[in-house]
């Protein structure tokens, strides 16, 4: 959360204070930041690949687990994070070279998931359910991804619709699928 503006007081003690104030928002605002992966970081200029380190494999490692690949955000380009990186390219139909250039990047900010204009619910199967327990089990924990909506799945979107304080039913309708594929801890 950015700060907006300081506001200095003098103290019943006589010291100065400065006291931060912030913009009014709402919890689910402050939790949710649909933006940031919209909204691409720049691109560091140079490509990103096996053996480096610092901030930028951090921040690709993070995109990474965002976009439902769920990599330690170390900082270190290690074995794990070429093999994350080539299975994103796979799936976005990129270059399989594990190299994080241009358009790597600028796919890596890309929100990952549309919301598939239906509601789904407990007895529901398919690439939508495994996306939905892919995403809850890097939010929540422990939960097994097998494209089956059932009764273990249905308590770990309560859970998660409990914890962003949104309306409890156990279905992901449009306003769980944002919260939830646009959530940033």
Request: charged share 25%.
């Amino acid at each position: 959360m950015s700060l907006k503006k300081f506001v200095i007081c003098l103290t019943a003690a006589g010291f100065l204070a400065v006291t931060p104030l912030f913009p009014t928002q709402t919890h689910a605002e402050s939790q949710v930041k649909s933006q940031q992966l919209s909204t691409p970081e720049p691109y560091p200029g140079h490509v990103i690949k096996y053996g480096d380190r610092g901030s930028d494999v951090k921040k690709v490692q993070q995109q990474l687990t965002r976009n439902l690949i769920p990599t330690t955000a170390d900082g270190i380009f290690g074995k794990k994070t070429l093999e994350n990186v080539k299975l994103f390219q796979h799936y976005r139909f990129l270059t399989e070279d594990g190299i994080v250039g241009p358009t790597t990047w600028n796919t890596l900010y890309q929100t990952s998931l549309p919301y598939p204009g239906h509601v789904t619910k407990k007895g529901d199967k398919g690439e939508n359910v495994v996306n939905i327990q892919k995403r809850l089990k890097v939010v929540v924990g422990n939960i097994t991804v097998d494209g089956d909506f059932g009764t273990k799945t249905e308590a770990k979107v309560k859970e998660f619709q409990k914890k962003m304080h949104l309306q409890v039913d156990g279905t992901v309708g449009r306003e769980t699928w944002e919260v939830l594929f646009n959530y940033q801890e």
